[in-house]
């Protein structure tokens, strides 16, 4: 993301999972779905910095 972004590693990328986890909130409080439905971006830090984001496994089988 640092490099997609033009941005130090040193930069925070704060924000970058509200729209996702925004469209989540709406379409479980609509019902569209459970509850307990997995988070669908989850970044994984080294110390303060993102070093990566995961999907659930189903979902990176419809994005490939």
Not at 14 to 22: A, D, E, H, L, S
Not at 26 to 49: F, N, R, V, W
Request: charged residues 25%; aromatic residues 6%; glycine residues 10%.
């Amino acid at each position: 993301m640092y490099e997609i972004g033009g941005n130090e590693d040193t930069h925070f990328l704060k924000g970058i999972t509200r729209p996702v986890k925004r469209i989540i909130k709406a379409m479980k409080e609509s019902g569209e779905l459970p509850q307990d439905a997995s988070d669908l971006l989850t970044p994984i830090y080294d110390g303060m910095t993102a070093v990566r984001f995961e999907v659930p496994d189903g979902l990176a089988v419809l994005l490939l």
